[in-house]
């Protein structure tokens, strides 16, 4: 394995290091990046809960984690329900929503332009509660 000079630049020495064990010890393939295991997962229950709660609410996961400690006496971490697949479908239906409202405006004669377009999408991505889902 032949690195140029800026690639060596950039390595800490700690990654040097790896490099050099895994080299004596043997091939350079890449390892998997995909843990073997997670004990850490969030019981499949939980996530049905908060999949439940939050179809039922609509609210945020702030709401939902206040919601969820008050009635079932269960205390979660926001990034719980942050990273609830629910969360991103909603998200991706709301992206969806604002795609077909596009389509039906210009439909109906209301041309937007394509920066027009591109301005609608990024003030909904750029909105706080759209960035709280992905932090």
Same mark, same amino acid.
């Given at each position: 394995?032949?690195?140029?000079?800026? *690639?060596?630049?950039?390595? !800490?020495? *700690?990654? &040097?290091?790896?490099?050099?064990?895994? &080299?004596?010890?043997?091939?350079?393939?890449?390892?998997?990046?995909?843990?073997?295991?997670?004990?850490?997962?969030?019981?499949? !229950?939980?996530?049905?809960?908060?999949?439940?709660? &939050?179809?039922?609410?609509?609210?945020?996961?702030?709401?939902?984690? &206040?919601?969820?400690?008050?009635?079932?006496?269960?205390?979660?971490? *926001?990034?719980?329900?942050?990273? !609830?697949?629910?969360?991103?479908?909603?998200?991706?239906?709301?992206?969806?929503?604002?795609?077909?409202?596009?389509?039906?405006?210009?439909?109906?004669?209301?041309?937007?332009?394509?920066?027009? *377009?591109?301005?609608?999408?990024?003030?909904?991505? !750029?909105?706080?509660?759209?960035?709280?889902?992905?932090?």
């Amino acid at each position: 394995m032949i690195l140029s000079y800026h *690639e060596i630049r950039n390595l !800490s020495p *700690e990654k &040097a290091r790896e490099i050099v064990i895994r &080299a004596i010890n043997g091939p350079l393939h890449d390892l998997p990046k995909k843990p073997h295991s997670s004990p850490n997962k969030t019981p499949p !229950s939980l996530q049905n809960l908060i999949t439940l709660e &939050a179809k039922r609410t609509g609210f945020s996961y702030r709401r939902l984690k &206040a919601l969820i400690l008050r009635k079932y006496s269960i205390s979660i971490s *926001e990034n719980t329900i942050k990273k !609830s697949s629910l969360i991103k479908i909603l998200f991706l239906l709301m992206c969806i929503i604002i795609w077909l409202s596009l389509i039906y405006l210009s439909m109906n004669g209301i041309s937007l332009t394509l920066k027009q *377009e591109q301005d609608v999408m990024l003030t909904f991505l !750029s909105s706080s509660t759209i960035l709280n889902i992905y932090k």
